[in-house]
């Protein structure tokens, strides 16, 4: 499975979009890129997932370059709530495809 | 649906002792696995399985079995826990795109 990379810290004003960066250089084709959140001391929430086109859900967008080696996961108006760890990770999308987290990005979103 | 869950929340172990940590999900899903989280840190897989009678180890099995009997149940087994096994502890499970996670076992070993 492909490693991910993401700056380890964030701040993003309240109401402003939220932009958060991954780099997946070694991705292979039949790898997804996913989103997770954890907040506190909670299990990690799925956000999002996508293959080579740009996705969006209620809860996020997310945006991945032409050559797949890296994408941004968008919060378009980000809440003091979305303050958590994020987590990009990269997987085969099969029943076999182990997920493995990196240490993510913890974003504060301030007043 | 009571999601996955896991037994006991909270425990504290005396460096040596053994004990099994239970995870359970009532969703029918094929793909289970274990995670560490320490402090500050992200989540380290333990080992994983793919279904009933199948499993395979992630990126820090040392110290730690698993087994898997059913597809609603995947303990994990601490047969002489150390010190170092002092962490947060969280079981998933998923199905084709979106993992479940519980709330989590804080274990200590003294």
Known sequence: ?111 | NAGVTQTPKFQVLKTGQSMTLQCAQDMNHEYMSWYRQDPGMGLRLIHYSVGAGITDQGEVPNGYNVSRSTTEDFPLRLLSAAPSQTSVYFCASRKANEQFFGPGTRLTVL
């Open chain 1, 1 to 111: 499975d492909a490693k991910t990379t993401q700056p380890p810290s964030m701040d993003c004003a309240e109401g402003r979009a939220a932009n958060l960066p991954c780099n997946h250089s070694t991705i292979s084709g039949n790898e997804y890129v996913y989103w997770y959140r954890q907040i506190h001391s909670q299990g990690p929430q799925y956000i999002i997932h996508g293959l080579k086109n740009n996705e969006t859900n209620e809860m996020a967008s997310l945006i991945i370059t032409e050559d797949r080696k890296s994408s941004t996961l968008i919060l378009p108006h980000a809440t003091l709530r979305d303050t958590a760890v994020y987590y990009c990770i990269v997987r085969r999308n099969t029943n076999a495809g182990k997920s493995t987290f990196g240490d993510g990005t913890t974003l504060t979103v301030k007043p």
